[in-house]
């Protein structure tokens, strides 16, 4: 039989590691929520969704091993739950969130002025590891070392891999770039 002692020692453990992931990680997680959804408002309730489901996984009983990974993937899966709830991306919606049709913005321009908006709309042919890992390098700005880390790649493939993606939404940006001005 458990001594309560234990019981009640555990259950502060995990409250103590859930109160540090908050502190060290909540906005960050916002950040990267926001980034995808570009609204405010639905990125806080994504963020404290992720919160409570992370507070649930570990009242559960259940223990976390890597708990930026785990934040990360949690946000995500949250992010997955409210798109399908959602499922709905008309031009309407893409125009409110900021994107402009008749943009003749510079590329540099828009990575050095983190204009998110612009940069969510040239990403959303990429998959979802390819955009957090271009949210995690440039938004965040992780070394690539640890971004590497969290997908168990070398730092040299990771950095390949960042230089394609990169590629990737200027060509995409050339793309949009040459066709509005047709």
Do not use: C
């Amino acid at each position: 039989m458990e001594h309560p002692e234990s019981s009640q020692q555990q259950s502060q453990d995990k409250e103590t590691l859930f109160l540090d992931m908050m502190n060290t990680y909540q906005d960050a997680i916002f950040r990267f929520l926001y980034f995808r959804v570009g609204n405010r408002a639905v990125a806080v309730d994504i963020t404290q969704d992720t919160f409570t489901k992370v507070w649930g996984y570990l009242a559960g009983g259940k223990e976390i091993q890597y708990p930026e990974a785990f934040l990360y993937r949690s946000a995500k899966n949250a992010l997955i739950d409210y798109y399908k709830k959602e499922k709905s991306s008309s031009l309407d919606i893409l125009m409110d969130a900021g994107f402009d049709p008749g943009s003749t913005k510079d590329t540099d321009d828009i990575l050095k002025r983190d204009d998110i908006q612009s940069i969510r709309v040239l990403m959303d042919d990429m998959d979802e590891d390819s955009q957090q890992i271009i949210y995690l390098r440039f938004a965040e700005e992780k070394p690539i070392e640890e971004i590497a880390a969290l997908y168990g790649k070398t730092t040299n493939a990771m950095t390949v891999a960042i230089h394609r993606l990169v590629k990737k939404i200027k060509a995409r940006y050339d793309e949009t770039h040459q066709w509005n001005n047709d």
